[in-house]
């Protein structure tokens, strides 16, 4: 069964621009979680989509944004890229009926932004 | 509010040698999730291990062994006779408990570099 599959690996942008990072659940999962990991800050919550809905979300600007297509995948959005946006974007999905489950990762996406 | 902490930032041990890493939390809910995972060089968080309040029974998977005390509010992993492809960064989280399914927001520690040399 392939794993969480996200796309690309790495990315480099400049201050400003946006972006679009990609994430391919297991196949059969529903639930698509994503976090932010940063030498400072460690491991964030972005928000948490089911069913194409956003379930969760944790405290980030507006400028982070996702979504959630009928197949599950997931794409996040970052508009107008600050120096602080520099991280690793991790995608975790799970079945997301049962409360709490476990979470499978992703490598993750390493962003820098110049 | 929620909060995890991992004091130990560092830790090297020589092959064949026991370590533990230690996990504190605070929480003002009685119902909630502790995890631990585990993250190797190539990135993924790797799920370890998830334990829900009401269950206080101790752990053991292998060379893998849990300690959850609620009394002090830590949930301790001890590696025994590590190896070194238990090099990694360990991280504890902790979760408040979701509702329809729903997969809440998980408060991660900082994470404890593990290096186990042969």
């Known amino acids: 069964k392939a794993g969480v599959t996200q796309t690309p690996r790495y990315l480099i942008k400049t201050r400003g621009q946006q972006v679009t990072l990609s994430c391919s659940p297991i196949?059969?999962?529903?639930?698509v979680s994503w976090y932010q990991q940063t030498p400072g800050q460690g491991l964030q919550f972005l928000f948490e989509?089911?069913?194409?809905?956003?379930?969760n979300k944790g405290n980030f600007p507006g400028r982070f944004s996702g979504r959630q297509f009928s197949n599950s995948r997931s794409e996040m959005n970052v508009s107008t890229l600050e120096l602080g946006d520099s991280a690793l974007y991790l995608c975790?999905?799970?079945?997301?009926?049962?409360?709490?489950?476990?979470?499978?990762f992703g490598s993750g996406t390493q962003l820098s932004v110049l | 509010a929620q909060k995890v902490t991992q004091a130990q930032t560092e830790i090297s041990v020589v092959e064949k040698e026991d370590v533990t890493l230690d996990c504190v939390y605070e929480?003002?809910?009685?119902?909630?999730?502790l995890f631990w995972y585990k993250q190797p060089p190539s990135g993924e968080l790797v799920f370890l291990i998830r334990?829900?309040?009401?269950?206080?029974q101790n752990e053991i998977s292998g060379r893998y062994s849990w300690n959850f005390q609620k009394s002090t509010s830590s949930f301790n992993f001890t590696i025994t006779a590590s190896q070194v492809v238990d090099s990694a960064v360990y991280f504890c989280?902790?979760?408040?408990?979701?509702?329809?399914?729903?997969?809440?927001?998980?408060?991660f520690g900082k994470g404890t570099k593990l290096s186990v040399k042969p």
């Open positions: 975790a999905s799970s079945g997301g009926v049962a409360t709490n489950e476990k979470l499978f």
């Open positions: 196949s059969g999962h529903r639930s």
């Open positions: 989509y089911f069913s194409e809905t956003q379930r």
């Open positions: 929480t003002r809910d009685t119902t909630y999730y």
């Open positions: 334990r829900n309040s009401f269950d206080e």
């Open positions: 989280a902790l979760s408040e408990a979701g509702y329809g399914g729903s997969q809440g927001n998980l408060i």
